[in-house]
């Protein structure tokens, strides 16, 4: 299997600007995650889905953050509009579900906002 | 919610000899936690799993320790390499969910 696949691997825009970051999970599994990682704060959870539906989007920022997951193989990340304080590197993760449950995590998408 | 701490200094030892890395815990002793490996540019990968019920893990040269008593677990891995050398992080459910969420984590050197 080719792993959770992320794309872009870069992504530099500025402020104002629409961001969309893609994922494609592992094939099989049911549960989708979206961190984003920074220097300040580390790893943090945004949303998570489980069979398609988002389950708790709590530590998504605001409402300039959005992300579906329209079926099993995809799902994107929406900044709109992005600001500099978005800068970060976006990390989707899947796994097969169960309690509890080994994550597998993309190579990440990493944002600049200038 | 749980406030997960690992040491933000980086840790510095010779190959051969035995990493040892902390993550505490402050509130409630959760169901499980698990340990991964983050390379520079790279996502974080999963490499041990130890259940609140377990006190020892062991997968080849890494063990994992798991003591509710004292809010912690301690990662060692023996007789280091200096391709062992990555940040290291801890990960445990938080706020009532069996999402994991992640500590800082710790970078590991290892020098030859």
């Known amino acids: 299997d080719a792993g959770v696949i992320q794309s872009p691997r870069h992504e530099v825009t500025e402020m104002g600007q629409e961001v969309t970051l893609r994922c494609k999970p592992i094939?099989?599994?049911?549960?989708l995650f979206w961190y984003r990682q920074t220097m300040m704060r580390g790893l943090e959870l945004l949303i998570y889905?489980?069979?398609?539906?988002?389950?708790?989007d709590s530590g998504m920022p605001e409402d300039r953050f959005s992300a579906k997951m329209p079926n099993a193989s995809f799902s994107t990340l929406k900044i709109q509009p992005s600001e500099p304080r978005d800068s970060a590197v976006y990390f989707c993760?899947?796994?097969?579900?169960?309690?509890?449950?080994?994550?597998?995590f993309g190579e990440g998408s990493r944002l600049t906002v200038l | 919610s749980q406030k997960i701490e690992q040491n933000s200094e980086a840790l510095n030892i010779q190959e051969g000899k035995t990493a040892t890395l902390t993550c505490n815990y402050t509130?409630?002793?959760?169901?499980?936690l698990q340990w991964y490996r983050q390379d520079p540019g790279r996502g974080p990968v999963f490499l041990l799993l130890?259940?609140?019920?377990?006190k020892e893990k062991r997968k080849e040269r890494l063990k994992v320790t798991f003591d509710t008593t004292l809010k912690q677990s301690l990662f060692h891995i023996t007789a280091s390499q200096p391709a062992d050398s990555a940040t290291y992080l801890c990960?445990?459910?938080?706020?009532?969910?069996?999402?994991?969420?992640f500590g800082r984590g710790t970078s590991l050197i290892v020098h030859p």
């Open positions: 993760a899947s796994s097969s579900g169960g309690v509890p449950g080994e994550l597998f």
């Open positions: 094939s099989g599994h049911n549960s």
């Open positions: 889905f489980n069979n398609n539906v988002p389950i708790d």
């Open positions: 509130n409630y002793s959760p169901a499980y």
């Open positions: 130890i259940r609140e019920n377990e």
């Open positions: 990960a445990l459910p938080s706020g009532g969910s069996y999402i994991p969420t």
